[in-house]
């Protein structure tokens, strides 16, 4: 049973995936705390009614990045979290955010990382001709949509596509992208050498389809 806290800034329908997970019995797993930095965050609001431990932290209150951090630092601490997941959560972290939980922050991008970073991802790749684009969950360290690569699902740019239904089809493997690493993470069979997350399963060619030798 994993531990996992849950930021969020909108809609939070990757939170509401990783939710349903978790009751469906699909994903050994507790969600601790939510919080948002936007106290009208939709995401938030239906935290509060699934009655979890729900905090607005608003980000206008604070005058600076690191007084609003020290208060979700708060939170989380309290919370004891075993992964902190980035579902939307749209600001940045600062480097002595990352570091108080090295390799345990997650975040899920909707492109191919290390293509279309930022902001508008969706948009991006139908700007810029992408045939292929789809979603990356990574670990976050110090840089912007950087961190290693823990999944990646791929999705189709089509002709007819606008930034709107590339999103929509993107957020469909970004359901199923979030839910799948934290199923992994939770068996607790996996490493990290050096940008590469290698998982049990994968890495030691002994074992069979089920972990079994
Ligand atoms: C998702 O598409 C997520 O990949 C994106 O925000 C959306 C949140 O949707 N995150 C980023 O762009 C981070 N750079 P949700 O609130 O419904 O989960």
Redesign the pocket.
């Known amino acids: 049973m994993i531990r996992l806290a849950i930021l969020?800034?909108?809609?939070?329908?990757?939170?509401?995936a990783i939710h349903d997970a978790i009751a469906a019995g699909r994903l050994d797993a507790t969600i601790v705390c939510v919080i948002s930095n936007v106290p009208e965050a939709p995401?938030l609001a239906r935290a509060r009614e699934l009655g979890l431990s729900s905090h607005s932290i608003d980000q206008r209150a604070y005058s600076t990045r690191p007084a609003h951090e020290e208060e979700v630092l708060r939170v989380l601490a309290e919370a004891q979290p075993d992964f902190i997941c980035?579902?939307?959560?749209?600001r940045l972290l600062t480097p002595a955010f990352v570091a108080a939980y090295p390799s345990r922050i997650l975040?899920?991008?909707?492109s191919l990382l290390p293509a279309f970073?930022?902001?508008n991802?969706?948009a991006q790749a139908v700007e810029y001709g992408a045939k292929v684009s789809g979603?990356t969950v990574h670990f976050v360290d110090q840089n912007l949509?950087a961190g290693p690569i823990l999944v990646q699902r791929t999705v189709e740019v089509r002709d007819d596509d606008t930034a709107e239904s590339l999103?929509a089809r993107?957020?469909e493997q970004?359901h199923i992208a979030y839910v799948d690493v934290l199923r992994k993470l939770s068996r607790g069979d996996y490493r990290i050498e050096g940008r590469r997350v290698l998982f049990g399963l994968t890495v030691n060619g002994a074992r069979g389809e089920n972990g079994l030798p």
């Open positions: 969020l800034s909108g809609r939070g329908s990757n939170f509401q995401g980035l579902a939307g959560y749209m975040n899920i991008h909707p970073p930022g902001v991802a969706q979603c949509d999103a993107i957020l970004e």
